[in-house]
């Protein structure tokens, strides 16, 4: 039982380089094969291209290992019985020496240990609509409220209650910040109603708000919203449409708990007949650049300080 680091990613670390973690439920448990082992694959080379060293993290027979090498993302994103990790299933996955695949929240906690700034995935997970029966908020959630570091994702999924979302943000003190634009992302889309806290023109700037929040030890971490690129976005009434459905789908074939976010993903794959798979690609490369930029610059900062 140990946590394993790849040498270039320990090294980096080591030396104050640039390194963006990368989780690995969006792998297993988020896209079909063999797109997902593709995705990844292109998310570690764009993030390499913008001049930072990418860290995907997953458990493997029990290991926590950060910086998965290509044969272990193929396999991770092919074989069975992958469990999906949060901050919960950690000890017992490694214990029991399973192979998983880390949630944002589980991906946080070994990142931040290691010493990793920088974050990049997807969309976050967050309060399911109808929480006030059910109670089923994302443990993403609670992790952003105690783990320091910087998540870089394309807002909330849309399948969430974004606003509910929101707002257990703001109560646990969790700044949510709009790269280039003031309109909260969601995802495939953008909210026609909803505010992001702050916006932001650059990644040198959040690199600085990166590093406060370090230097005043906040141990809560950082919600970087970047919007899907217009031209990938699908237009908001229609993600409303197909997402309406499939909670109805779900909710008759009684699907619950964590099963849940990676039948919803599935299911609205199929609606829209493949194009949240394009969109879902399209913005998690267009996260991998922004993530890499801002670990640049907090680097640079740190040398010049
Ligand atoms: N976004 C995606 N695909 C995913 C997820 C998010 O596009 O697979 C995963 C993330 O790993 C996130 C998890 O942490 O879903 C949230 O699951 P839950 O809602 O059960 O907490
Ligand atoms: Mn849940």
Redesign the pocket.
């Given at each position: 039982m140990k946590i394993r680091i790849s040498q270039e990613v320990a090294y980096a670390l080591a030396n104050n380089l640039p390194v963006v973690a990368l989780?690995?439920?969006?792998i297993a448990?988020?896209?079909p094969y063999p797109q997902n082992v593709e995705i990844a694959l292109k998310v570690e080379e764009i993030i390499r291209t913008n001049g930072a060293l990418p860290a995907t993290i997953a458990i493997i027979g029990g290991d926590i290992v950060v910086g998965l090498d290509e044969d272990e993302i193929e396999e991770l994103g092919q074989r069975e019985g992958v469990l999906?990790v949060?901050r919960r299933d950690l000890a017992y996955a490694m214990a029991t020496k399973q192979w998983g695949?880390?949630?944002?929240?589980?991906?946080m906690v070994i990142a931040a240990k290691v010493g990793i700034k920088v974050f990049v995935?997807?969309?976050?997970?967050?309060v399911?609509r109808g929480a006030e029966d059910t109670f089923?908020i994302?443990?993403?959630l609670e992790e952003l409220a105690r783990t320091n570091i910087a998540v870089v994702?394309a807002g909330p999924?849309a399948i969430?209650d974004v606003e509910k979302t929101l707002e257990y943000l703001e109560t646990k003190g969790v700044p949510v910040l709009g790269y280039k634009t003031d309109k909260m992302p969601i995802?495939y889309t953008s909210s026609p109603s909803l505010k992001v806290l702050y916006r932001v023109d650059s990644a040198a700037e959040l690199a600085q708000i990166v590093n406060a929040s370090h230097a005043l030890d906040l141990q809560s971490g950082i919600l970087v919203v970047n919007p899907i690129p217009e031209k990938d976005a699908l237009p908001y009434k229609d993600v409303e449409k197909v997402i309406e459905e499939a909670i109805t789908e779900m909710e008759k074939e009684g699907i619950r708990?964590?099963?849940?976010?990676?039948y919803l993903?599935t299911k609205i794959n199929e609606l829209t007949k493949g194009k949240s798979q394009i969109a879902?690609e399209a913005l998690?490369v267009n996260n991998a650049k922004l993530g890499a930029m801002i670990a640049k610059n907090i680097s640079r900062e740190l040398y010049e300080d």
């Open positions: 989780e690995s439920t969006i448990h988020g896209m999906k949060s695949a880390t949630t944002v929240a589980a991906t995935t997807g969309g976050v997970g967050g399911h089923d994302s443990s993403d994702c999924k969430l995802f708990g964590k099963e849940q976010t990676p993903l879902n998690i």
